[in-house]
């Protein structure tokens, strides 16, 4: 699994902290915020408006907008 760290460009309106990690075919809708160490599998999709605390690793996922995952959760 090829990991690498978010285009920066691509995610204009998404907020990442630290060594977060993005596979894929992700999408993140905008507003989002993505907390430190956090990886993004392939084929995510994460809507807007969320919050994705740090330590967090999302696979296999659809999550729609306004969500909210707390620190640590896998």
């Known amino acids: 699994m090829s990991l690498k760290k978010p285009n920066i460009?691509?995610?204009r309106?998404?907020?990442f902290g630290n060594n977060v990690l993005i596979g894929k075919d992700v999408?993140?809708?905008s507003n989002t915020i993505i907390g430190s160490?956090?990886?993004i599998e392939h084929n995510v999709k994460i809507g807007k408006n969320c919050v994705i605390g740090s330590n967090v690793i999302i696979k296999n996922s659809i999550l729609?907008?306004?969500v909210v995952i707390?620190?640590?959760c896998k």
Request: cysteine-free; proline content about 0%.
């Open 9 to 11: 460009k691509k995610f």
């Open 13 to 15: 309106s998404v907020k």
């Open 27 to 29: 999408k993140i809708g």
């Open 37 to 39: 160490n956090t990886i």
């Open 64 to 66: 729609g907008d306004r």
């Open 70 to 72: 707390q620190d640590d």
